[in-house]
């Protein structure tokens, strides 16, 4: 059960007087939709309305939780909320890793949220030299690098904010995504909070 915290959703559902059912907002496997416009975008005419309620405020995959057969909190998702918050609340949890072949919560496959043009973590310095010559496009935490155009060099958070490059992680993939480039670079995020 998913209990939305955005007023226009909780007006539509007051309005309904009904539990609602929808499958996510875009197509299976791509890079989830962040503002009404990635949704208009990618459905075009499969959808007869789209509620604008500005860009999400998150702006990447809500967190999984459940109970494990033993009443143990699991997390199947890592999401929105931070482990170290959920951990808080209810103690120690469990975290349950990506599985290709018996995923037990949306967004749990190996290859999910995946853009159409190759995309490469690593460290964006060694990547750059392993792709020379190639159109790219790079995802940065908070380091811009000389050598690409400005609108092919996205920087999540200029104040080296989790939040911040959490929310514009998703729009980021899906504006390099809609550019003529051979490969995406990105670096890991820091291992803590989001």
């Known amino acids: 059960m998913r209990v939305p915290a955005h007023s226009l959703t909780l007006s539509l559902i007051q309005y309904c007087g009904l539990p609602l059912a929808a499958p996510s907002a875009n197509k299976f496997g ?13 459905l075009h005419d499969k959808v007869p309305y789209i509620l604008d309620g500005g860009p999400c405020e998150v702006g990447i995959e809500s967190t999984i939780v459940g109970f494990d057969e033993n009443d143990l ?4 998702r890592k999401g929105g909320i931070p482990v170290e918050s959920i951990e808080a609340l209810l103690g120690k949890v469990i975290v349950k890793e990506n599985s290709s072949s018996n995923p037990q919560a949306p967004g749990m496959l190996k290859k999910h949220y995946s853009p159409k ?6 460290d964006i310095d060694t990547m ?19 050598n690409i155009p400005s609108e092919r060099m996205m920087i999540l958070s200029h104040s080296h904010n989790l939040q911040e490059a959490a929310q514009s992680l998703f ?3 899906r504006h390099l995504d809609s550019l003529a480039l051979d490969v995406i670079l990105a670096e890991l995020m820091p291992n803590e909070d989001l």
Do not use: R, W
């Open 30 to 42: 791509y890079i989830s939709p962040t503002k009404a416009q990635h949704v208009a975008d990618q």
């Open 73 to 76: 909190p699991v997390i199947y």
């Open 117 to 122: 043009i190759p995309f490469f973590l690593g």
């Open 128 to 146: 750059l030299l392993e792709h020379k010559g190639k159109n790219i496009g790079v995802i940065s935490f908070c380091k811009s690098y000389a």
């Open 171 to 173: 729009a980021a993939m």
